[in-house]
């Protein structure tokens, strides 16, 4: 009995390990979408991660929301960057999501 090439590839892609994806932002930091204009950010362009979802691909996705907005948005972790925090920020984090 003679073993294909084709079926052994497919054994062996399916023994292969993957590490899984590490997600970089943690619920309730401050994120914006990379590349934006040149411009600073605003408080339009600033989301909160809200929850941390499964990896699509390689990429970690979250759930996004911005407080002028009244839906979510999900993304890839790919598009986004973190936004530095300033103190007033930093009430409004726990007074919004809790210490911690």
């Known amino acids: ?25 943690a619920v309730g930091q401050a994120v914006r979408f990379k590349g934006g204009f040149g411009l600073k950010a605003g408080p339009t362009e600033i989301f909160r991660v809200t929850r941390t979802l499964p990896p699509r691909g ?17 993304t890839s972790q790919d598009d986004l960057e973190g936004v530095p925090s300033t103190p007033d920020q930093d009430t409004l984090i726990e007074r919004t999501f809790g210490h911690g």
């Open 1 to 25: 009995m003679t073993v294909s090439p084709l079926k052994v590839a497919v054994r062996d892609a399916s023994t292969a390990r993957r590490e899984p994806a590490t997600h970089l932002f």
């Open 58 to 74: 390689n990429s970690p996705q979250y759930r996004i929301r911005n407080e002028e907005e009244r839906h979510e948005r999900v």
